[in-house]
């Protein structure tokens, strides 16, 4: 069973222009990561949102957490070649677990 | 500053072969985890360990063994090579458990059993 899924698996998209990327369970999370990784690489940790509704920034990305804590989104505004790479969502079900359970995973392509 | 180191990088095993993946990390990080991925399924945890000496099973722990006699290392064990283990295994470390504390990886082991 896979607690959470990501959609769309795949994306391809033009130099400039803007997307989501979803992260959806029907369990609740005291706090969920997002990471990007690169063909031949590990998962290089992106942000951590842990209260409800939480919005933060990192330059063009824009992540958001659910107000139940059941899902977040990841918005890239004018994306840019470098933005190519795996994005994962990372769910902890409670607030000192060890465990962050994986999400499926967006493949994405930003052509020039 | 290595981070979290894996060897090998590439692998090509036979059915019922053994092998040990290595990981250490050079960040006096207390708690270390096995993950496997696979395409379309995200990543998927094999074992972790919060200090030297001390193990548990995740998500998908059939096939496998760990021991954590150091801080630094935690090696993976698959004693009898199953083609259903062909996977990228990746290596984690953080500093402590919970939400504030996010993993480092290693660059992954890419191994093919035939």
């Known amino acids: 069973t896979q607690l959470l899924e990501q959609s769309p698996q795949f994306l391809s998209i033009q130099e400039g222009e803007n997307l989501t990327v979803y992260c959806n369970s029907s369990s609740v999370f005291s706090s969920l990561q997002w990471y990007r990784q690169e063909p031949g690489e590990g998962p290089v940790l992106l942000v951590t949102v842990v209260t409800g509704g939480e919005v933060k920034k990192l330059k063009r990305l824009t992540f958001q957490f659910g107000d139940a804590r059941k899902d977040s989104s990841l918005h890239i505004t004018a994306a840019q070649p470098g933005d190519t790479g795996l994005y994962l969502c990372?769910?902890?079900?409670?607030?000192?677990?060890?465990?962050?359970?994986f999400g499926t995973g967006t493949s994405l392509t930003v052509i020039p | 500053n290595a981070g979290v180191t894996q060897t090998p990088k590439f692998r090509i095993l036979k059915i019922g072969q053994s092998m040990t993946l290595q990981c250490t990390q050079d960040m006096n990080h207390n708690y270390m985890y096995w993950y496997r991925q696979d395409p379309g399924m995200g990543l998927k945890l094999i074992y972790y360990?919060?200090?030297?000496?001390?193990?548990d099973k995740g998500e998908v722990p059939n096939g496998y063994n760990v021991s954590r006699s150091t801080t630094e290392d935690f090696p993976l064990r698959l004693e009898l090579a199953a083609p259903s283990q062909t996977s990228v295994y990746f290596c984690?470390?953080?500093?402590?458990?919970?939400?504030?504390?996010?993993?480092?990886f290693g660059s992954g082991t890419r191994l093919t059993v035939v």
């Open positions: 984690a470390s953080s500093y402590g458990a919970g939400v504030y504390y996010g993993y480092t």
């Open positions: 990372a769910g902890a079900l409670s607030n000192t677990g060890n465990q962050f359970y």
């Open positions: 360990s919060v200090g030297a000496g001390i193990t």
